[in-house]
């Protein structure tokens, strides 16, 4: 099925919330819960979880491959365009005939998703907050926080801190050193340039640098090597989706622990569990989606092969789901 | 107010994690400890950890001094352990083909026009720039992590770095 209307709600509900419709596709929320409806199901989740797994799937540009917002709501990127879904990666609702899936271009379904953003997050709630960093997703509508839900994702051209590129992060720029890396050292390189290379000869405090991060689970293009990209990013709680993998990705954890859940991409069906320490390097396959737990918040680099040929090469059997074989 | 403690780790101790399998070959996740792998490798070994089709992630054993390397494309350097410096130097001729991947090792002292020197720490991310030679020293045993491409140097051993049951 392919692309239909948006439908943006004029009339807010009793709660103050508007509904929205995209294609075949309805949903609306009140003090507690979202309510998606398509034409053979439907579907209710709590409101912060649905909230912070849109606000990724909109900054990430619906990032690379299946972002599930739960079992059974998400999105599927073709780079161009993106599927919606209901049950599609859930078994039991493909053998039900409960999933359904349509396709929009991508500037529609963001439109649409930015929008029930703009309209469903309250003024004091922030979805890329920590739990203990932010207000409260639930209850009545209480103005809005459109200078959260409109954060731009930092994507470093060749790498953050040079000349022309993404700048660094300080106190006076509005990014103070997080609660839970006030003992990070924050002392920078020594850094000695001869006249002429001051665009060449760079260096920066990265660890400092991911202190002083005010977003969870949102990795950010620090340097750039052809189309490998380093894309650290703080995790506290829980990644608000369970990404399903497009393509091989890497974690390499640089401080504290992460838990991943893995589980079969397809059918959901567990696989395996990855605990990483401080050190501890892993990759996720291409055929698995993975959810994780961060106890305290800590510090990881995703690695990504940002190769736009590379979803296909492994669809069509010419890329294995592993990196390597031994 | 909570008082934390992040947990870094490094030559000197790291507690390492690992694949619970439910219904999986551990292989699939290609799971190794970046110190571990430092703590075993020779000095200036640059031994991958990370694989995703031509482009790595590698480790290096930073001890003494290293030779000089030419890069095609820019290379970056992360300190994880320990205090590195490193020189970089614009060399006279072209040394690398703009077109290959992966550094290659220069044999002496290369000609050209020293650029500056960066002394990094655990944490500090550094820039080695497409065309151009780096050395690094390390007075004390430190570890690096390299983004780059596989190259003629990179050394893979998955089967004795990562875990298999």
Known sequence: MTTSPIQLGDVPN?????????????????EHFVHVTWPTGRHVTAAEPFLKAMMRDVAWNFFYGTVNFDAVIGTLNHYGNVDLFAGRFNEEYRKAELDHSENFPHDEIKATFQAILNDW????????AAPMETGSAYGEKTGSNTAAVTRTRIAAKRMVGLP?????????????VNRAFLDVDLDEPIVEVEKGYEKEVSA??????????????????????????????????????????????????????????VEDRESGKPRAKVVMKAGDCAAMPADIRHQGYSPKRSMLLVWENNSPDLPDMIARGEAPTVPVTF | MTKYKTVFAGLDGYQKGGVEVINDDPKNYVFSNIFEVATKAKPWEKVAVAKNQEYVLEVIRAEGTSSWRATPHDEFAMVVDGEVVIDLLDPEQSLVDPS?????????????TPMGKITARRGHLALLPAGRCYR??????????????????TVERWSEICQKY
């Not at chain 1, 405090?205 to 949102?218: I, K, P």
């Not at chain 2, 690094?136 to 140097?153: C, F, N, Y």
């Open chain 1, 204 to 261: 920066f405090n990265f660890f400092g640098y991911l202190s002083r991060s005010d977003v969870t689970w949102n990795p950010s293009v620090v340097s750039v090597c052809r189309d490998s990209l380093m894309c650290p990013t703080t995790e506290e709680f829980i990644l608000p989706i369970i990404h399903g993998n497009d393509r091989v990705e890497w974690f390499l954890q640089l401080s504290d622990e992460i838990i991943w859940e």
């Open chain 1, 14 to 30: 009793e709660h103050g919330y508007r509904p929205f419709t995209l294609g075949g596709f309805h949903f609306e929320r009140d």
């Open chain 1, 121 to 128: 997050v309250n003024a004091d709630f922030d979805p890329f």
């Open chain 1, 164 to 176: 022309d590129d993404e700048p660094l992060r300080s106190d006076e720029s509005g990014y103070p």
């Open chain 2, 136 to 153: 690094m020293r390390a007075e004390k045993p430190s570890v690096v992590l390299l983004q780059t491409v596989l190259g003629p140097d």
């Open chain 2, 100 to 112: 290959a991947s992966g550094s290659i090792a220069v044999s002496g002292e290369p000609k050209g």
